[in-house]
């Protein structure tokens, strides 16, 4: 019974390690990592910082960036001029003019020639030989000879080339997925790809194309939603299923997607409410913008000039005095993320930011100079 105990409080110990979130946040003028918990993983020390990713954090210690693991242990000495994120075990750095690609000792990784260094994104990255376009994994390995005049990075397991004039799909084996035949095409979602073709747009639906009716643009499917929308020739938008066909008619001026049943609509252009799936009005138009609702059942609208939170009842439930604009330390390190993400909202107010709860308390009691979005230690 004992061991069984301790087997349970070991696998929760390791998935609560493995499960921290965390994000960089600046406080007087110094840059540190700050737990959900509101204690600090690692207290400000640095003069930048990016957020963790593939495990390590880039830092920026006087004039040169080097790297800090999770115990803020310096795992990569600063003397960089410029870094970009790990992926995989490497990462792109630069000194002076020279880009090149390192693994987590800081020791310089050899890899084929090319016009220009690529970041890795899942293992796999580009390269450019000859003005073409092929992919290496992190061996160094080419995984597909340059023959594409341009492609876009992976994502899901596909990335987008271009052949010619034309756009096809390829996997990560580099195999081809779509053949290049198209003058436009989104990223597959569960074996489905928005294409642009002789003017008209339609699917490619496991590998056969249909032609959608009606439409001037469609957006890419994500995987996981059922529906996606789309502009009609009245530069009118509504909601497409995944076999083309309407789903709800094309009776606003902007949409956003779905989520958890809900999608931000506008038919006039200035004031925003939100539909189901059938078109119904859920919450009547009355906002100056409006995002997508979270998992936790609050939305951002802004009603004003600033943003507060409403239930799915469209009640305003966090006052609205806060920006949830984007904004990024560095170019390198973006962060995007609007809204509750596992019960916290990165907001600014006042020109600092800081993170609320869905009862709109502040994390404690603190607002940051700057301050990224919470992410995953992996």
Do not use: H
Not at 100 to 117: L, Q, R
Not at 158 to 175: A, H
Not at 344 to 361: A, L, P, Q
Request: with cysteine.
């Amino acid at each position: 019974m004992k061991k069984n105990v301790l087997l349970v409080l070991g696998i929760v110990l390791c998935q609560t390690l493995f499960a921290q979130r965390v994000a960089s946040v600046r406080q007087d003028g110094k840059f540190g990592f700050l737990k959900e918990d509101g204690s600090w993983l690692i207290e400000p020390t640095y003069t930048k910082s990016g957020s963790f990713s593939d495990g390590v954090a880039a830092v920026l210690i006087g004039k040169k960036w080097g790297f800090v693991d999770s115990t803020g242990k310096i795992i990569i000495e600063p003397s960089f001029d410029k870094v970009k994120r790990f992926d995989s075990g490497i990462a792109v750095v630069a000194k002076g003019k020279k880009w090149f690609y390192i693994d987590k000792t800081g020791k310089e990784v050899e890899m084929p020639n090319s016009e220009k260094v690529f970041d890795f994104n899942n293992g796999i990255a580009l390269i450019k030989q000859n003005g073409k376009i092929g992919f290496i994994n992190t061996s160094g390995k080419i995984i597909l000879e340059p023959t594409y005049v341009k492609a876009l990075p992976f994502k899901n397991g596909y990335s987008k080339v271009l052949k010619g004039e034309n756009w096809g799909i390829i996997d990560s084996n580099g195999k081809e997925f779509i053949e290049p035949i198209y003058q436009g095409i989104g990223y597959p979602s569960e074996g489905i790809a928005v294409v642009k073709k002789n003017e008209e747009f339609g699917l490619v639906i496991n590998g056969t194309y249909t032609r959608v009716e009606g439409v001037t643009k469609i957006w890419d499917f994500q995987d996981g939603e059922k529906l996606t929308y789309a502009r009609n020739a009245d530069k009118k938008m509504g909601f497409i299923n995944r076999s083309g066909k309407w789903v709800v008619k094309p009776n606003f001026i902007k949409v956003r997607k779905f989520s958890n049943g809900f999608a931000p609509v506008t038919t006039n252009g200035k004031q925003w409410g939100y539909i189901n799936e059938k078109g119904e009005i859920l919450i009547k138009e009355q906002f100056r913008d409006a995002e997508y609702f979270s998992k936790d059942g609050l939305a951002p609208v802004k009603i004003n000039k600033l943003w507060g939170f409403i239930n799915n009842k469209g009640d305003l439930i966090i006052e609205d005095k806060y920006v949830i604009s984007t904004m990024s330390f560095s170019n390198l390190f973006k962060s995007k993320a609007k809204g509750f993400i596992n019960g916290f909202s990165r907001v600014g107010y006042k020109k600092k930011w800081g993170f609320i709860n869905t009862k709109g308390e502040l994390l404690n009691d603190t607002w940051y100079q700057n301050a990224e979005s919470f992410v995953e230690i992996k």
